[in-house]
Antibody
């Protein structure tokens, strides 16, 4: 049973960079699509993007200019970098695995518990 | 982008009664070449991540009780809880995975009457 765990700072100042890491255990990161999804307080879920083990990526156009997702296979981790954050980026950030090992067009069957990131000065 | 809408925003159902949640996509999520609807349902309880319940519009994820069922095609879908249990109190989201950016509905909150 694969498990995911997010880590990173819970508070980021406006205009700075949000950096989060997702550590994968119980399975290899060398397959599947690995996603970041966020949920502002009391609001709906927003898909941020994914990275495949080949390091191909796709991002939500609404965030594309500010987002980078990267992979560290030696540590079985993948990371999110969001630049120029604003208060509207305050959200619970989840990492999640796509159910299909080969299809990007897949549902999310394994999730981390989430990490609340607040953007505030 | 595909816009997902859900109705109602919330509903209160007596224990043992049926709960029905609707989801509508702004465009079809039925892929013609494989005749599959790229529509999923998730359950989210307070303080927890979403849990996958249904995918391909009607396929239950392993371990999901059979009181949960999904139906519909193209743009209109339904999640039914046939006999509501106390542990089913949650927010339910639909999601299209037909094309990126993958999008979710706004959620439907299910409570006990």
């Amino acid at each position: 049973q694969v498990q995911l765990q997010e880590s990173g700072p819970g508070l980021v100042k406006p205009s700075e960079i949000l950096s989060l890491t997702c550590t994968v255990s119980g399975g290899s990161i060398n397959s599947y699509y690995w996603n970041w999804i966020r949920q502002p307080p009391g609001k709906e879920l927003e898909w941020i993007g994914y990275i495949y083990y080949t390091r191909s990526t796709d991002y939500n156009p609404s965030l594309k200019s500010r987002v980078t997702i990267s992979l560290d296979t030696s540590k079985n981790q993948f990371s999110l970098r969001l630049t120029s954050v604003a208060t509207t980026d305050t959200a619970m950030y989840f990492c999640a695995r796509s159910k299909s090992p080969t299809g990007a067009d897949s549902v999310f069957d394994s999730w981390g518990q989430g990490i609340l990131v607040t953007v505030s000065s | 982008d595909f816009v997902m809408t859900q109705s109602p925003d919330s509903l209160a159902v007596s224990l043992g009664e049926r709960a029905t949640i609707n989801c509508k996509s702004s465009q079809t999520v039925l892929y013609g070449s494989n005749n599959k609807n790229y529509l999923a349902w998730y359950q989210q309880k307070p303080g927890q991540p979403p849990k996958l319940l249904i995918y391909w519009a009607s396929t239950r994820e392993s371990g999901v009780p059979d009181r949960f069922s999904g139906s519909g095609s193209r743009t209109d879908f339904t999640l039914t809880i046939s006999s509501l249990q106390a542990e089913d109190v949650a927010v339910y989201y639909c999601q299209q995975y037909y094309i990126a950016p993958f999008t979710f509905g706004p959620g439907t909150k299910v409570e006990i009457k």
